[in-house]
Nanobody, 120 residues
């Protein structure tokens, strides 16, 4: 099995910064793409940022220039650095990791979610 543990959420004022982390552990042969999603109250879950195993990144238009996704392959960890936070960034943030396990198959796993609240 594979476990994802998220950390780094909290309450911050508008204009502030937070850094989210998501560490994967367990039966992992290789980690493929790692993603961050968010879900605000009453809204659908949306993709915020993604990073491939080769380091290519993409971002939602709403966070471009403010958020940075990165990964540490030695630690099986993905990060989301969030700067210039806005009240509309308030949401539960979830990491999603695509893992190649030793049986040769790929699986998607979700973190437990971490709450980010941005006050105006």
């Amino acid at each position: 099995q594979v476990q994802l543990v998220e950390s780094g959420g909290g309450l911050v004022q508008a204009g502030g910064s937070l850094r989210l982390s998501c560490a994967a552990s367990g039966s992992i042969f290789r980690i493929n793409t790692m993603r961050w999603y968010r879900q605000a109250p009453g809204k659908q879950r949306e993709l915020v940022a993604a990073i491939t195993s080769g380091g290519s990144t993409n971002y939602a238009d709403s966070v471009k220039g403010r958020f940075t996704i990165s990964r540490d392959n030695a630690k099986n960890t993905v990060y989301l650095q969030m700067n210039s936070l806005k009240p509309e960034d308030t949401a539960d943030y979830y990491c999603n990791v695509n893992v190649r396990r030793y049986n040769g198959n790929d699986y998607n796993y979700w973190g437990q979610g971490t709450q980010v609240t941005v006050s105006s």
